[in-house]
């Protein structure tokens, strides 16, 4: 049976998340200063990213 790649809400916020921590990781300093409304720009970029 063929699937199409339909993604749950939880498998979207972990692509979203690990995108962000991702983020972090290669930007620490940058990541230390970041307001909450960065903070939120980053988590959306990530949604705008494709997942698959």
């Known amino acids: 049976m063929?699937?199409?790649a339909q993604?749950?809400?939880e498998e979207v916020v972990n692509a979203r998340l690990s995108r962000a921590?991702?983020?972090?990781?290669?930007?620490?300093l940058k990541a230390m200063k970041a307001t909450?409304?960065?903070l939120w720009e980053i988590f959306?970029?990530?949604a705008r990213e494709p997942f698959l």
């Open 36 to 38: 909450d409304r960065d």
């Open 7 to 9: 993604l749950s809400l």
């Open 21 to 28: 921590i991702n983020w972090f990781v290669q930007n620490p």
């Open 2 to 4: 063929h699937k199409h």
């Open 44 to 46: 959306e970029g990530a």
